[in-house]
């Protein structure tokens, strides 16, 4: 789309920048975060290792017959039934002699063998390593949905996208909650992921295309707000179902993405999408709808549009004729602006320019390290006294504070300031902790002193992917912007997928893990100046918009063109 970048955005301050019609669309869109975080960590609860020993026969002295061993008997004997043997301890002559079995007879839970996901199948033991991957295969679903997703979201709206991924996450979450073996589980759990990301991705998307410029931060406010509540309802759900199957527990999660029916009532498309896209009938229509929710005369919102229409229609006119012999073919033909319209831009298009390929690799790198960090102190952090629900609550609640700290700055000092605050924060803080952890090993206050770090080390870390959320689509043009926040997203899940293995490294190498977070967040306070500032600017349209903004202009040239100064 040629021309000014600002039109969508004069369209939504027609509306009133913040309007009724524009929070009731946030609302409708984002409270499907319930829905994509329910499933996502759910697993915590569900899955959670339950106590157990080994199973004890009907007849105590059929062990004897399995014993390998004819000195084992009854009244020399003693029989212990342990976490994953059976140990069988006999007085030889004066000699303790022992022999080992597994739980051949099966195990005996202390809440119940359906309580959870891993003690109604058995997870446990030999098959333990096997518990992980529950939430591996999830995350290897959300990567491919990441790629693969935003593809359609891109040609053929967010709405539509939205509501696919929505009722498939439903049907799915269903199909979890009555999989008969652990192997179908965990098959269902990739398609989960998959789809999941189609509701994130989407839902972000239209969260920052729904307001103009000077209102996207709240987007970003009110997202992460409800994306900590959302977590934090995981707990209290799981506290009242803690006597339950844990099938039934996953039916409770999943019932929230009923709502899929009433978005798909609701929700409309998004109008920078539709704009875009020139969707103009289906424009008009959205339009009316939204100046009566927000009280706005809809001829003059419809006015503002026309021009806008009008104004592209006289530059495109004019770009044709300064193009006209430059785009003749062999067969003489000239090839019009609008038949050229029809050609999407593609993920290409970016990488051929080194410049914007350059923002691409440090957005992806960004993301794996926010993903490593926040995953892997997850992984490593030392279990907190009390209830596990309530040390859920208390991690969830540790991103809160992040989400003031980026609302009262990403507007006053940038996007770029904001990601390397809070980034440099997590980096020294989680060094801090390193330190504390070797040099001070064995001492009384290092534990505190570790805890404390490790919780500033969670709170920029939190934010600082909060900030890299609302950051990346504003890097990217209408028709790429879905698919560039799913690569960016699909690459937070290496990350993700590397996250487990830090505990195993910690066992090996204590300090690793805690140097690793803290120097890849400090790089990535290094790296986010190459990116161009995007506060004060209106979302790219195309990608000639975004390569603009790396260009040095004077003042005349940045009002010229709508954008301000970088």
Known sequence: MAGKISSVDQVLEALGGRGRYQLFQYFVCMFSSFSASFQLFNIVFVGRHVAHTCKQPVNISDIYHVIDNELFQANNSKIYFEKCNIRVEANISGDISTSDLSCIYGYEYVEGKDTSLMSDMDI????????????????IGQGIGAFVLPIFSDRFGRRPVHLFAHLCFLGLGLGVAFAPTYTVFLVLRVFLGFVQQGIVLTKTTISIEIFPSRHRKLSGLLNAFLWTV???VIALIAYLMQT??????????????????????????????????????????????????????YQTVLNVYKNIQKQQESENSLTESLLGSKDRGLNGKKTTLKEKDKTKPSFLDLMKRKRLAANVFVLWFTWITDSLTV???????????????????????????????FYFMVDRYGRKKTSMTLHGIAGI????????????????????????????GMFGAGGAW???????????????????????????RLGGMLAPFSSLLAEHVE??????????????????????????????QTVDDVEAWHKKTDAKTAKDIDILPP
């Open 511 to 540: 300090w690793a893990p805690g140097t690793i977070f803290g120097v890849c967040c400090l790089l990535v306070t290094v790296l986010v100046n190459v990116l161009p500032e995007t506060m004060g600017r209106e979302l790219p």
């Open 230 to 232: 959302a977590t934090t």
């Open 429 to 456: 803080a989680l060094l801090m902790a390193t330190v504390c952890k070797c040099v001070a090993k064995g001492s009384s206050w290092s534990p505190i002193a570790v805890t404390a770090f490790s919780c500033i």
């Open 466 to 492: 909060g900030t890299s959320f609302f950051f990346t689509p504003e890097m990217f043009p209408t028709n790429l912007r879905n698919f560039g926040l799913g690569t960016s997203s699909a690459c937070s």
């Open 244 to 297: 339950y199957s844990w099938r039934t527990t996953q039916l409770v999660y999943c019932s929230v993405s009923l709502y899929v029916f009433v978005q798909f009532f609701l929700l409309d498309e998004s109008l920078s999408w539709l704009i875009t896209n020139n969707k103009t009938k289906q424009v008009t229509k959205n339009l009316k709808k939204a100046a009566r929710i927000s009280g706005k005369d």
């Open 124 to 139: 446990v033991c030999d098959r333990a390593h096997l518990r992980g991957f529950a939430q591996t295969v999830l995350i």
């Open 375 to 405: 995953f892997g102190l997850y992984m490593t952090a030392h279990s907190l006294a009390g209830s596990p629900h309530l040390n859920f609550v208390l991690y969830s609640l540790l991103e809160a504070p992040s989400i003031l700290v």
